[in-house]
Nanobody, 123 residues
Framework: QLQLVESGGALVQPGGSLRLSCANS????????IGWFRQAPGKEREGVSC?????????NYADSVKGRFTISRDNAKNTVYLQMNSLKPEDTAVYFC???????????????WGRGTQVTVSS
């Protein structure tokens, strides 16, 4: 059973950076695609980025974060990261990581979820 735990959320000013972590204390993450999703108040959960399974996993990004966010995985640490640069107020949301078999934008494709970490971008 995977137990995903997100960390790294914080209050940051526009233009700032944060690095989110998604760690697992159960099975290795190597075999799973890991997605980052976010949900702002009153809005649906949306996909932000995803990295496919394996050591050389390919990365995918939503148009809204391309060029600003970078997803990566450290299989030795059983952790997936989301580096977020040039943050904007519209990036404010609770960020979740999730594990599934394939990278898909729909949350329904992911079987395991963390509890989320709050990211607030405000001056």
């Amino acid at each position: 059973q995977l137990q995903l735990v997100e960390s790294g959320g914080a209050l940051v000013q526009p233009g700032g950076s944060l690095r989110l972590s998604c760690a697992n204390s159960g099975f290795t993450l190597d075999y799973y695609a890991i997605g980052w999703f976010r949900q702002a108040p009153g809005k649906e959960r949306e996909g932000v980025s995803c990295i496919s399974s394996g050591g050389g996993g390919s990365a995918n990004y939503a148009d809204s974060v391309k060029g600003r966010f970078t997803i990566s995985r450290d299989n030795a640490k059983n952790t997936v990261y989301l580096q977020m640069n040039s943050l904007k107020p519209e990036d404010t949301a609770v960020y979740f990581c999730a594990a599934g078999r394939f990278c898909r934008w729909s949350p329904a494709w992911f079987d395991y979820w963390g509890r989320g970490t709050q990211v607030t971008v405000s001056s």
